[in-house]
């Protein structure tokens, strides 16, 4: 047999294999660093992709807080990067960006990091401990709870509920009750005087809202959050606040009592001088799951301080034996009872809420 060249001398070692598809190199858990990343405002989530207010590049290494505020900047449209998964951001989100930040057409931007949150608004899709929980908005610091007076009939259990949840994400709370033209507020803003919650009474006349500059007053330079039934009148409101919003205003049904979603996503919109609204799409239900009795209880601080002489697993119900609340009312001067007793029964309400023992929707 002849010997074979030296280049042709070949064996097993020499054989080179092709790696696989995912490459021959281990994975690394180092992940960029993205010194140049750029902070942003989440306004909208739809399907995937993100509406991302950034400051104007001028302004990006300063005044970025000012330019976030009063809306000033260019909108991105990004996705999120693969560590951050699915779901993690949410209207209201101050995030991280790279990417093409040019906002032309065909660019698209990657959010690459989410600023921790200041407040989160939360709901459960049930009241049993297995519901689904989900963020609505993050950072908003006033949540405004839309309700009519009539048309659709107003319905007080979805509004502790809206309560409770404010309460728990630390968040001020502003009831605005709509179309006083048609029924008078005075019965149902008695349900509230005793947690002190502010109000704005808002009614159609000549075309025109009337009570929307005090409501303008009460949102200005805030993040507030619209919040209520479809057809109460949140996009109508957002209209007259924001002028060129264009949002769609729908009707309610004259059979069922029910309004029609107009709103699919929720939208952040700049205010004029300063602030932001968002606009949520009408809630059927509000899931309360995650919210912890204590937390309710503290948004009351004078009788958080009282429910510390109850029982071990009072429920602070009128049924829960030993309750202190009752031996408090029982011990008060005739002259505060009233006050004390409005108070107590507002706070057994919102507990109730959070139950789904109660008749009637909520």
């Keep these: 047999m002849t010997d074979l060249p030296d280049h042709l001398d070949l064996d097993e070692s020499d054989v080179r294999v092709r790696p696989g598809r995912r490459g021959s190199r281990p994975r690394t858990k180092q992940r960029p660093a993205h010194s140049d990343a750029v902070d942003g405002f989440v306004t909208g989530v739809s399907r995937g992709r993100y509406d991302v207010l950034v400051p104007p590049p001028s302004r990006r290494r300063r005044d970025v807080e000012r330019a976030l505020e009063r809306g000033e900047g260019e909108t991105l449209v990004a996705v999120t990067a693969r560590e951050l998964g699915r ?3 949410v209207v209201g989100d101050r995030v991280r960006v790279v990417g093409d930040l040019s906002g032309g057409r065909d660019a698209l931007a990657r959010i690459v990091g989410v600023v921790d949150r200041t407040s989160t608004l939360r709901r459960s899709s049930e009241d ?3 519901g689904h929980e989900r963020v609505l908005v993050a950072n908003a610091d006033q949540l405004v709870v839309v309700t009519a007076l009539a048309d659709p ?3 007080p259990r979805m509004v502790d509920r809206c309560l409770v949840a404010a309460y ?12 006083a033209d048609l029924a008078s507020p005075e019965e149902f803003l008695a349900l509230y005087d005793p947690l002190g919650v502010p109000a704005v009474v808002t009614r159609r006349e000549d075309g025109h809202v009337v009570g929307v500059d005090e409501l303008r007053e009460r949102v200005a330079g805030r993040v ?3 919040v209520g039934h479809s057809g109460v009148g949140k996009s109508t409101l957002v209209n007259a606040l924001v002028p060129d919003a264009a949002r769609a205003v729908g009707h ?3 059979v069922t009592g029910r309004g029609r979603h ?4 929720a939208v952040a919109l700049a205010l004029p001088g300063g602030g932001w609204v968002i606009d949520t799409p009408g809630v059927r239900s509000f899931g309360l799951a995650h919210v912890e009795v204590e937390d309710v209880i503290g948004a009351f601080p004078d009788l958080a301080e009282i429910t510390t002489a109850c029982l071990p697993l009072c429920t602070h119900l009128p049924a829960s034996p030993g309750c202190a609340l009752d031996a408090a009312l029982a011990a008060a001067p005739e002259g505060e009872r009233a006050a004390l007793g409005a108070r107590v029964d507002s706070l057994r309400r919102l507990l109730l809420s959070r139950s789904d023992d109660l008749e009637g929707p909520r």
């Design 128 to 130: 049993s401990p297995g």
């Design 252 to 254: 309610v049904n004259a």
């Design 168 to 179: 728990d994400a630390g968040m001020d709370v502003l009831l605005c009750l709509t179309k």
């Design 153 to 155: 009939a107003p319905r």
């Design 224 to 226: 507030s959050v619209l």
């Design 87 to 89: 779901g993690g951001v």
């Design 262 to 265: 107009t709103s699919t996503n």
